[in-house]
């Protein structure tokens, strides 16, 4: 999973009918967890684009999305966010909302 800046998160907007940014803090235990469960899907779906961002870096996505708390996975389809999940509740879970 690559590390994106706000600029590749809105060129998978534009250029991917679906595409995920996951956003997260490196102090945060639940975003540790929610790591591990992100790197397996991204291993599943590899034709998927997905990103990650350490929220610090990215404060203008908080701003803009109304990022309550991390973890926080955005989900887009056709260039509209359609999910913004905080509780990672499972990888089966989170491969039902991204398909």
Not at 58 to 82: F, W
Request: proline content about 5%; aromatic content about 10%.
């Amino acid at each position: 999973m690559e590390t994106w800046t706000r600029e590749q998160w809105e060129t998978a907007l534009k250029g991917s009918s679906v595409a995920a940014f996951y956003l997260y803090t490196p102090m945060c235990g639940t975003c540790a967890v929610a790591s591990k469960m992100m790197n397996v899907i991204n291993v599943m779906r590899p034709e998927i684009p997905i990103g990650k961002a350490d929220l610090n870096y990215v404060q203008n996505i908080a701003i803009d999305y109304e990022i309550e708390s991390v973890p926080c996975l955005l989900i887009q389809k056709d260039g509209v966010v359609i999910h913004k999940i905080y509780a990672f509740q499972s990888v089966p879970y989170l491969l039902e909302k991204i398909d």
